[in-house]
């Protein structure tokens, strides 16, 4: 199982960004994908995730502003952040996730993390 995240930069405020997580050695069609951040300092956070089926869930930290999606054809899952802050500056991750109603559950299986950092 692989996950590769990819699409970090660096962009001033207001700007957007698309990130991927393109996956391998899993059955894509059933499987959920999540989309955190680490910023410096804190702890790693939910961002959304989407289900197999395409069900979408957005966590507060940055609901109205994010849009999660899969990319069937690329086995991938995509994230596109607009007006993004400073404060958004991070380390994103993706991650096999296992829903339950709910709650979302973290699997052992990582991205390597992709950079994003915001400037004012």
């Known amino acids: 199982v692989q996950l590769q995240a990819s699409g970090g930069g660096s962009v001033q405020a207001g700007g957007s960004l698309t990130l991927s997580c393109a996956t391998s050695g899993i059955v894509f069609s059933i499987n959920t994908i999540a989309w955190y951040r680490q910023a410096p300092g804190k702890e790693r956070e939910l961002i959304a995730d989407?289900?197999?089926?395409?069900?979408?869930t957005y966590a507060d930290s940055m609901k109205g502003r994010v849009k999660i999606f899969r990319d069937p054809g690329r086995h991938a899952v995509n994230l596109k952040m607009n007006n993004l802050k400073p404060e958004d500056t991070a380390v994103y991750y993706c991650n096999i996730g296992i829903r339950e109603g709910d709650i979302l559950k973290q699997s052992i299986y990582w991205g390597q993390g992709t950079q994003v950092t915001v400037s004012s």
């Open positions: 989407v289900t197999g089926d395409g069900g979408a």
